[in-house]
């Protein structure tokens, strides 16, 4: 996946947003220990309904208010996208989904915003909104800022022709081997250091292209043996080339090599909302939604067995 940046304020700012609040609490609309049920319908899904246990562990607040405001930054397909063409404030895409059902699970309304990219963060620091979202990796440096809820990992696929003519199975198979990158990547990065330190005399022969596309076709065209690429950019690509190319499928890494994990943020202060809504992106892998939202926008290889909280691995 693309690493979408953004700057982080200073501490003192983020110190200063914890004493803020998404709201005020004197002009929420029910009580805080009052659980009113709501129902979301996701498209090719269906419907999805509140679990009062899960709706329990949200803060008082929050459930009071009974609604949440998360600001995107769209289109980054398939995370987040306008459902219209030109109209900015409604919505599709994975992330879309999968927070409103989660929200749903948790008894609250979400409401998505468009904001600019580098505002995102700033907006969360100063309690503008509750949480961000949209193909957002958790990354070590972003936790000094928010907590993550990780609801699936992508790391490096490896594309090869049709029937796999070289056995490609992991990484370790790729010393030795031709293997085509786009210029700059973290594959590009990532390989080097790979081969320095495990190929042992076979080197990596790596070939940087502009764009990922020209890669693709140095496959096809039978210049390289291999394309290492975003595994969740190469669904799509092995889709349209099937016949030609195809995905190799690691066991050891399903989520692809060095898989960072995607995640929705909430303001580091409030570790207690994230909690809640890792317990319902969980309690939908368990009974199939998750799995469902996935296959709807075809991301079945990003998808994980456990929700969890800022396991970014850089």
Not at 270 to 286: F, G, P
Request: with cysteine; net charge neutral; proline share 4%.
């Amino acid at each position: 996946m693309r690493i979408r940046h953004f700057a982080l304020l200073g501490a003192a700012t983020a110190l200063l947003a914890t004493t803020a609040a998404c709201g005020d609490s004197s002009s929420t609309a029910g009580s805080g220990d009052e659980i009113k049920p709501v129902s979301v319908t996701v498209e090719g899904v269906g419907e999805v309904t509140t679990d009062t246990a899960l709706a329990g562990k949200v803060p008082a607040d929050v459930r009071g208010r009974g609604t949440l405001t998360v600001a995107t930054n769209a289109p980054y397909q398939p995370f987040i996208d306008f459902k219209v063409e030109g109209k900015n404030d409604a919505f599709k895409g994975l992330d879309y989904d999968l927070f409103q059902a989660a929200s749903a699970r948790l008894g609250l309304k979400a409401t998505f915003t468009q904001q600019p990219f580098d505002g995102l963060v700033p907006g969360l620091q100063a309690a503008k909104y509750d949480a961000i979202a949209g193909g957002i990796t958790d990354k070590k440096e972003r936790q000094q800022v928010a907590t993550f809820v990780d609801y699936s990992a992508s790391g490096t696929g490896f594309l090869v022709k049709t029937g796999n003519p070289l056995a490609v199975k992991t990484v370790a198979d790729l010393c030795g081997r031709k293997v085509a990158v786009q210029k700059a990547s973290n594959q590009a990065k990532n390989l080097a250091t790979y081969a320095k330190d495990s190929c042992a005399g076979k080197a990596i022969d790596i070939k940087e292209y502009p764009e990922n596309p020209q890669a693709v076709q140095a496959l096809i065209a039978g210049n390289v043996d291999v394309v290492a690429a975003t595994k969740v950019n190469l669904v799509d690509t092995a889709a349209s080339l099937t016949g030609r190319a195809e995905l190799v499928e690691d066991a050891s890494a399903p989520n692809g090599w060095l898989a960072s994990p995607n995640g929705f943020g909430f303001l580091k202060a409030n570790k207690e909302l994230a909690e809640a809504y890792r317990a319902a992106v969980q309690s939908l892998i368990d009974d199939g939604t998750y799995t469902k939202i996935l296959a709807q926008w075809k991301q079945e290889p990003i998808a994980i067995k456990q929700a969890t909280i800022d396991q970014a691995i850089d």
